[in-house]
């Protein structure tokens, strides 16, 4: 089931961003906490999820038990995103949506010198395989998908984070659909 979050809809059709937000800090591998004003005016400080990604879990909780992978991918994560970073939100729909534990769903982007970076933090992290493009709930739409495709080929061939150290459960979660 979606919740629309109305304090983050964007008034374009088609795909909606965010201004640049300021990280609080890294929950996990997938999971993020930022403050800002969308729209001016509406303070934001909520759960993000990055939609079309998986990382291991770093604690134990009720998605699974925690894993040394999931530990390294949290690094991973609050090594490309230090505290006080900023961050650019998308969502290819013209609204941004959260999943059933009231995460904000959304692709996220770094933030240098003011402007939106590429590539995204998902096509980063999944790179260099701290996490793998989960499709269980739909795939990214085009270029993402594709970029995750190669993103995540690549690190499985070279043996990257999970594709090493945790190859059963990277290769059963990228399969999930």
């Known amino acids: 089931m979606k919740l629309l979050l109305p304090l983050l809809a964007a008034a374009c059709l088609g795909a909606v961003e965010s ?16 403050r800002g004003q969308v729209p001016p005016g509406h303070p934001v400080a909520l759960p993000l999820r990055l939609k079309w990604i998986e990382a291991p879990e770093a604690r134990d909780n009720p998605h699974g038990k925690a ?13 490309l995103l ?3 970073s900023e961050v650019v939100l998308w969502y290819p ?21 003011g402007a939106k970076v590429e590539p995204s933090l998902q096509e980063t992290l999944v790179a260099a395989g701290h ?24 690190a ?12 059963e459960w990277a290769a059963a979660t990228a399969a999930e659909r």
């Open 93 to 113: 729909e013209d609204e941004f949506y959260a999943d059933r534990g009231a995460r904000t769903l959304c692709v996220v982007h770094p933030v240098a010198d």
């Open 19 to 34: 201004d640049p937000l300021e990280l609080i800090r890294v929950i996990d591998g997938d999971t993020i906490h930022v």
């Open 131 to 154: 996490a793998v493009y989960w499709r269980r709930y739909g795939e990214a739409p085009a270029p993402l998908h594709e970029k995750l495709v190669a993103a995540m080929a690549a």
């Open 67 to 79: 894993r040394p992978s999931g530990r390294a991918a949290t690094a991973a994560l609050q090594a």
């Open 156 to 167: 499985r061939e070279a043996g990257l984070g999970v594709w090493g150290s945790d190859p």
């Open 82 to 84: 230090p505290a006080g």
